[in-house]
């Protein structure tokens, strides 16, 4: 929490990311649908407007942030790593080039 709004760091799978996911998730007014897009990137921050916490000095409200925390599983089986093997040849990314 900060001031009236809140955050929130949401674990999301690969998959999820990858192919685009809806997700229920907590709220202090109940539970509410996010919708993950295809493609989207570990710390992608989406925004609740007003699904925060009342303010104590007059009526508005805070925002609810969440913030998408890739995680990945400790182990993979040769199968599986065969796979990301191939989709990285399939799908070349130069993220460093610029470094």
């Known amino acids: 929490r900060q001031d009236n709004d809140i955050y929130m760091d949401l674990p999301v799978t690969l998959g ?3 192919l685009g996911a809806m997700i229920e998730i907590p709220s202090p007014e109940g539970r509410l649908a996010l919708k ?3 493609g989207s990137s ?3 921050k989406f ?3 007003g699904k925060g916490f009342i303010s ?5 409200k805070g925002d609810f942030f969440i913030n998408l925390k890739i995680i990945l599983p400790d ?3 040769e ?3 065969e796979l990301v093997v191939e989709f990285e040849r399939q799908n070349p990314l130069d993220l460093r080039s610029h470094l």
């Open 16 to 18: 999820e990311v990858m």
């Open 36 to 38: 993950i897009p295809p």
């Open 42 to 44: 570990h710390s992608k």
């Open 47 to 49: 925004r609740f407007k």
């Open 56 to 60: 104590l000095k007059d009526a508005s």
């Open 75 to 77: 182990k993979i089986d």
């Open 79 to 81: 199968y599986t790593r």
